[in-house]
């Protein structure tokens, strides 16, 4: 098992690695012209850390929603809170709305993406605590809803400038800098690190509420810190680069199949595959058509997909 | 050949003439359509210059240029015009362009035995033909050879610049350009684009001229490598804030170094009336030293 973990952390570095040598062009860090060492450290490195930020943001929101909501199908997404940060965005946008500089377009998907999880939390909750159902079916009718009001405001707009700035909402890495960096750290390192020391109770969550009591958790307490927890990985990932699907729904899948079902492993294991599998996905898209880039949402998918599937006639499927 | 100012007068005059035709509003020839409806705002731009626009019923709701142009109906999207609310119309004659409004559409408009017209101009030297059929169409012909006539000389001063510069034993060194559309994320005037033909018409060589697309989303990797000199920032919506972010990460580049990035307007989105007002545009910030 430790074998696994550390051949999974190997994996993440050599990823990193490869992403800043490897793109449209490929660059020897150890011989680089002054040109070569502007793109290796202001526009690669940047790029692939806030990359792997936001795969691991996917991969560890995804197990824990999985988790939390008992339904092997949930992924971030799901609660709808990628469909509000792309309406704020939006919004945004059309107001014209600059009062952070480039920042500003990230932020309010933040703001959208936050306030969906604070809605979607209000209408799952009920009689004092959240229930998965509830949750599940609220971020859904959210969804659709936010969803037909973005499609709206597009169909409705004839401003060119707004469909191209819709353009990042689909995944795009490549206006990633080093500002981004620290902010993007911080709410993913802390909605980790708060998944990873609640990973016990939500293993108790999944056997049912009645046995989590008996093993001394409050499982409406808990189910409130780890739903939090998701939020902020969530709207800190779309923030940080659009909406990126496949790694929140999959990757936990995945590492089930290497590490098994225990979520205190569970958890940490699909935040490094989901960043390294990100970061590939995003070398990959710069390189198949430079100077053309693809988006990496795209990619994770293609090289994703088989795998999974490869795996699942492998292997019984393990259970959440 | 005539001298130059004879050339402009006869414009004014055209236009006056144009003007007291439309006030005396003398009916149209019989086979020139009265009830016009455009799809394309390059093309509702072309009928405004041909004197045209008092036979529009409709336009796309893209169609915002002359100021007059917004006052028409709308009837759609440039590729999702609505069938019914050009039928509502009845118009006697639909303009399309092979650029952008779908193919099937015509297609229906002509099984209604509505006449339809389809301009297929893609490129500036396309552009004077383009208006030449327009004009024919709607029984402005005069108008058109006039303006299309201006474009023709309009773009040969380009031209012939051009064969000077290739006649020299040393053709000088052609300046590295890069137009971008949109800065986040990154867009920029491609391969086959109005914009990219403009920039080979100034002599200028648009690094992103061999994309497969018209306007690819496109790596900032390869703006550091390739070292464009100039840069040209097309208008937008809130683009100065964020076209600073791009430029700060563009620091080391030439064209960010001595200050030749320009902001310009939007003529040459537009196959039109305009679009040579746009390639002079660029030319004026070339001039500067």
């Known amino acids: 098992m430790k074998l696994r973990i550390a051949f999974i952390i190997l994996i993440l570095i050599i990823a990193f690695a490869i992403s800043l040598i490897a793109g449209a062009k490929l ?39 999985q988790g939390i909501l008992k339904n092997p199908l ?19 946008i059309m107001a014209g709305a600059a009062f952070l500089g480039t920042f500003t377009i990230p932020f309010m998907a933040f703001i959208g993406a936050l306030a969906t999880g604070i809605m979607v939390g209000l209408m799952g909750w009920q009689r004092g605590g959240l229930w998965p159902e509830r949750i599940l079916l609220a971020g859904v009718g959210l969804s659709f809803l936010f969803s037909a009001m973005l499609m709206l405001i597009m169909s409705i707009s004839s401003d060119e400038g707004l469909r191209k700035a819709m353009l990042w909402i689909f995944g795009d890495l490549s206006m990633s800098e080093w500002p981004k960096v620290p902010y993007g750290l911080v709410f993913v390192a802390a909605g980790v690190f708060v998944s990873m020391i609640r990973a016990k109770a939500l293993n108790a969550l999944i056997l049912g509420d009645e046995f989590a009591h008996s093993l001394g958790f409050s499982p409406r307490r808990e189910r409130l810190i780890l739903f939090i927890s998701v939020g902020l990985l969530t709207a800190a990932s779309v923030s940080l680069g659009g909406m990126i699907g496949f790694i929140g729904l999959l990757v936990p899948h995945i590492m089930r199949f290497f590490i098994g079902s225990d979520n205190r492993l569970l958890v940490p294991c699909s935040a490094l595959g989901g960043g390294a599998l990100l970061c590939i996905a995003d070398v990959i898209s710069k390189s198949v058509l430079p100077p053309m880039e693809l988006p990496a949402g795209i990619v994770t998918a293609i090289i994703g997909s088989p795998y999974f599937l490869y795996l699942l006639r492998r292997k019984n499927v393990l259970s959440i | 050949m005539k001298p130059f100012y004879a050339e402009s007068v006869a414009i004014k005059i055209s236009v006056l003439l144009v003007t007291a035709y439309c006030l005396l509003l003398t009916p149209a020839s019989a086979d020139s359509p009265k009830r016009i409806i455009s799809l394309a705002p390059n093309i509702t731009e072309i009928l405004f210059a041909l004197g045209v626009d008092e036979r529009i019923v409709g336009v796309s709701s893209f169609c915002d240029y002359p100021e007059a142009a917004k006052q028409k109906a709308k009837v759609g999207g440039f590729s999702n015009p609505s069938l019914e609310a050009v039928v509502s119309l009845k118009p006697d004659m639909v303009l399309l362009t092979y650029d952008g409004n779908p193919q099937a559409f015509e297609e229906r408009l002509r099984s209604m035995k509505i006449r339809t017209v389809v301009i297929r101009a893609r490129k500036i030297s396309d552009l ?41 034993a040393k053709p000088a060194k052609r300046q590295k350009v890069l137009f971008i559309i949109w800065p986040d994320p990154l867009i920029v005037a491609g391969h086959g684009t109005t914009t990219s033909e403009a920039l080979a018409l100034l002599g200028l060589e648009n690094i992103a001229a061999k994309t497969s697309t018209a306007y690819p989303k496109y790596s900032i990797e390869e703006i550091l490598r390739q070292a464009p000199d100039i840069i040209f920032i097309g208008k937008g919506n809130g683009m100065d804030e964020v076209a600073d972010g791009l430029l700060r990460r563009l620091k080391t580049v030439p064209a960010v170094r001595n200050g030749k990035v320009f902001y310009v307007s939007d003529y040459l989105y537009r196959l039109g009336p305009r679009t040579m007002n746009g390639v002079d545009e660029l030319a004026a910030h070339l001039k500067k030293p």
């Open chain 1, 27 to 65: 660059i020897n860090p150890f011989a680089a012209d002054e040109v070569s060492r502007e793109i290796l450290f202001s526009i690669r490195a940047p790029r692939s850390i806030v990359a792997i930020l936001m795969g691991m943001a996917l991969g560890a929101s995804g197990a824990v929603l």
């Open chain 1, 74 to 92: 949930a992924d971030p997404y799901i609660l709808g809170i990628s469909s509000g940060a792309s309406l704020a965005a939006a919004l945004g």
């Open chain 2, 128 to 168: 004077p033909a383009g208006i030449r059929q327009i004009g024919a169409a709607v029984g402005a012909g005069e108008k058109a050879e006039l303006l299309a006539a201006d474009i023709e000389k309009r773009l040969d001063v380009f031209k012939e610049r051009d064969r000077i510069s290739l006649s020299q």
